[in-house]
């Protein structure tokens, strides 16, 4: 085994030993992803919803636009962080991946921050992203997602973060 896949590894065993535990829904819609979708790696995890929440906390965001819900795992784990005002706006193309979501967000108090738009055109994304302006959260790795980056630093003000994940799994 080379050298920099056991750092890796060492360096992930690391930050599961020292990251708090998912609460008992994500750890359920975790589980239930992995059990129920044709393509459960795309989900977060744990880890990149630690680091989320980390970014929420340190640049006091309010107001977050993701790209790509998929099951509403990152939605959940960021919506936990965020303050009581603060709201997620989050778009998906799949419908079928937005009603999961919403069963869950359903099921959790911060649910009510979250909000689902089923969307493959930039008229929906505009409406989403309007006076949502501190972190944008894009999975890179969903569909046309390297379109809609180009759309967003455009969308992004200079009071804003753009998080770009699964990029580095590519």
């Given amino acids: 085994m080379p050298i920099s896949k056991l750092k890796s590894e060492e360096i992930l065993d690391y930050c599961r030993q020292h990251s708090k535990a998912d609460s008992s829904l994500l750890s359920n819609l975790e589980k239930y992803t992995w059990e129920n979708e044709d393509v459960p790696q795309m989900i977060s995890g744990s880890l990149v919803g630690k680091f989320l929440q980390s970014i929420i906390i340190m640049t006091n965001a309010k107001r977050i636009v993701e790209v790509g819900t998929f099951t509403g795992y990152s939605a959940l784990q ?3 962080v965020l ?4 709201e997620i706006h989050t778009c998906e193309l799949m419908e079928k991946h937005a009603i999961t979501a919403q069963s869950f967000f359903n099921k959790s108090e911060y649910g009510k921050k979250i909000t689902i738009l089923v969307t493959g055109s930039d008229l929906n994304l505009d409406r989403a992203t309007r006076n949502l302006k501190n972190v944008y959260l894009v999975e890179a790795s969903k569909a046309s997602a390297y379109d809609l980056i180009d759309c967003e630093i455009i ?3 200079k009071a804003s973060i753009a998080v770009l994940t699964d990029i580095l799994k590519q």
């Fill in 78 to 80: 960021m919506a936990e």
């Fill in 83 to 86: 303050p009581t005002d603060g």
């Fill in 155 to 157: 969308l992004i003000d």
